[in-house]
């Protein structure tokens, strides 16, 4: 089963511009972690956010984190081609529990 | 650093034969998932392993699915025998430092058609 839902499904954009995508999640959580996957490739992760945390950066990316809204989003500033991908948000519930994926949001940056 | 390294990367098989993916995590983690991933969707976890021990096999259909980590590194997933709807993108991930679940280090994943 997957935990995490992201939208939106796709997304287009030009180098420049900037991207954003959301991610709700249902039950209580320990972290959250965006991963990134390039076509035909294996996921690369990107950033985690804890759950005490509010905001985080790194580089070009700026993740936000709202536990009473269960959501988070994840912003990636001046785009470029090289960020077309797919980028799925990851939940970990904590204790015993595994990392659960969300469904991912295609992202095409056109130069 | 070698990252977790999985073969084969593609495999072709009829329905009814049975299949085996392998995989070698990042030096010194102790912490293995399997993971597959369909078609536009996000990735499901099968098992995962802490050292030798798999810890999370809930979602694994164990009718037709194995997996081992013998010696708590290298890991084998099989399939036998293998159905249509086993074609998927198999991942494997590792994660260490004591870190489970926090920043899984993935390889590039077998395609498996099943035919």
């Known amino acids: 089963s997957q935990q995490g839902e992201e939208d939106p499904q796709a997304l287009s954009i030009q180098e420049g511009e900037n991207a954003t995508m959301n991610c709700s999640y249902k039950?209580?959580?320990?972290?959250l972690q965006w991963y990134r996957q390039n076509s035909g490739r294996g996921l690369v992760h990107l950033i985690l956010?804890?759950?005490?945390?509010r905001e985080k950066h790194s580089g070009r990316l700026r993740v936000t984190l709202d536990t009473s809204k269960k959501s988070s989003s994840l912003l990636i500033t001046a785009s470029r081609a090289a960020d077309t991908a797919s980028y799925f948000c990851a939940t970990d519930a904590g204790g015993y529990s595994t990392l659960t994926f969300g469904k991912g949001t295609m992202l095409l940056v056109s130069p | 650093e070698a990252g977790v390294v999985q073969s084969p990367r593609y495999k072709i098989i009829e329905k009814k034969q049975p299949v085996a993916f392998w995989c070698n995590p990042i030096?010194?983690?102790?912490?293995l998932y399997w993971y597959r991933q369909n078609l536009g969707q996000g990735p499901e976890l099968l098992i995962r392993?802490?050292?030798?021990?798999?810890?999370?096999d809930s979602q694994l259909p164990k009718d037709r699915f194995s997996a081992e980590r013998l010696k708590g590194v290298d890991s084998t997933l099989k399939i036998q025998p293998a159905e249509l709807g086993d074609s998927a993108v198999y991942l494997c991930a590792s994660s260490g430092d004591g870190a489970t679940n926090e920043k899984l280090f993935f390889g590039s994943g077998t395609q498996l058609s099943v035919l």
């Open positions: 039950t209580s959580i320990n972290n």
């Open positions: 030096s010194g983690h102790n912490t």
């Open positions: 392993y802490e050292n030798e021990e798999a810890v999370d």
């Open positions: 956010i804890r759950s005490n945390e």
